[in-house]
Nanobody, 127 residues
């Protein structure tokens, strides 16, 4: 089992940066594909970025490519999302998620495949 706790959200002006962190507990984090999702009011939850447990080529949704970077530190049971050049449309609650898998290169981008979720952290970008 994996428990996830996000931190690092907040209020930032357009063009600013934030770094989200996700602390994981449980011995299976190292064999979990992980991802960051976000959900804005009235919208579906969408995958922002995902990475395999082997740390291979990550996935990014088109709107964040070149601005966001996902990374993980299996030794620290941690997941990160560096967000640069934030825009008002990035305003949402951000969630980290984990999917236990035996496949080291698997990247998961669909909500339904994830087994564990954090409680979310609010990111608000003012114009």
């Amino acid at each position: 089992q994996v428990q996830l706790v996000e931190s690092g959200g907040g209020l930032v002006q357009a063009g600013g940066s934030l770094r989200l962190s996700c602390a994981a507990s449980g011995r299976t984090f190292g064999t979990s594909a992980v991802g960051w999702f976000r959900q804005a009011p009235g919208k579906d939850r969408e995958c922002v970025a995902g990475i395999s447990w082997s740390g291979g080529t990550p996935y990014y949704t088109d709107s964040v490519k070149g601005r966001f970077t996902i990374s993980r530190d299996n030794a620290k049971n941690a997941l990160y999302l560096q967000m640069n050049n934030l825009q008002p449309e990035d305003t949402a609650v951000y969630y980290c998620a984990a999917h236990i898998t035996p496949f080291g290169t698997k990247v998961v981008v669909t909500t339904g495949e994830y087994d564990y979720w954090g409680q979310g952290t609010q990111v608000t970008v003012s114009s």
